[in-house]
């Protein structure tokens, strides 16, 4: 168990920004759409083997949530990171993999990987093309991995809103929100109790994953 209660421990500053999954498959392989994965899956299940950073990581439960969402049969490959899941899928060991979007942006340029949708809840910027997994035929699909702010429980209302005000403006620069989308994240900013609220609705959905897939964390 962890040494701190990640919600009473805590006091929410700001929501800096949130990156996306990619559902990945190398450029070798016949799946040109979420639909030919899940016919594919359906047809012959636990044929599809589909790779992770390590159990537990959003790259796992979002592979789980599309496995509960679609009612597919996959097996699930943990490595010790995303740089040799990568490597993993490059070699075939696996055929799909959800990667977060920067890890694997650099493959999808050089046309390694084919990209099949984004788990967010809508398309990133930097690639308007790519479809989300919900508009591909599972709607209500959403998996992003989000990086936030922080103070110590207690800390006073005016130190974390003046540290909140400093970041949103940081984050309305244009210059640092084009360098944070090239790196395949998007920045988000706003009011302290705007990521109060983005955990209080992710924390149920992601346990209910957790809980179904028996996922661990290694």
Do not use: C
């Amino acid at each position: 168990a962890m040494p701190y209660d990640p919600v009473k421990d805590f006091a929410p500053v700001v929501l800096v920004s949130s990156v996306p999954n990619v559902l990945v498959v190398p450029a070798d392989q016949p799946f040109k759409s979420v639909a030919d994965i899940i016919a594919y899956a359906k047809a012959n299940p636990g044929k599809l083997n589909f790779a992770s950073s390590g159990s537990g990581t959003s790259i796992h439960l979002s592979g789980e949530l599309f496995k509960s969402r679609t009612g597919i049969d996959m097996v699930h490959v943990p490595y010790r990171g995303s740089g040799p899941a990568v490597v993993g899928l490059l070699a075939g060991e696996t055929q799909l993999m959800f990667d977060n979007l920067p890890s694997s942006i650099a493959q999808i340029r050089a046309g390694k990987f084919r990209a099949l949708a984004v788990t967010s809840a809508k398309r990133f910027a930097e690639m308007p093309d790519l479809p989300t997994v919900a508009e591909s035929g599972v709607p209500g699909f959403e998996a992003s991995s989000w990086f936030a702010l922080y103070a110590p429980a207690g800390t006073p209302k005016p130190v974390i809103d003046k540290i909140n005000a400093a970041v949103v403006k940081f984050l309305a620069e244009p210059a640092a929100r084009q360098k944070i989308i090239e790196q395949g994240a998007e920045p988000i900013g706003g009011p302290p109790e705007a990521l109060a609220a983005h955990m209080a609705a992710e924390m149920p959905k992601w346990s209910q994953v957790v809980k179904e897939s028996g996922a661990k964390v290694d």
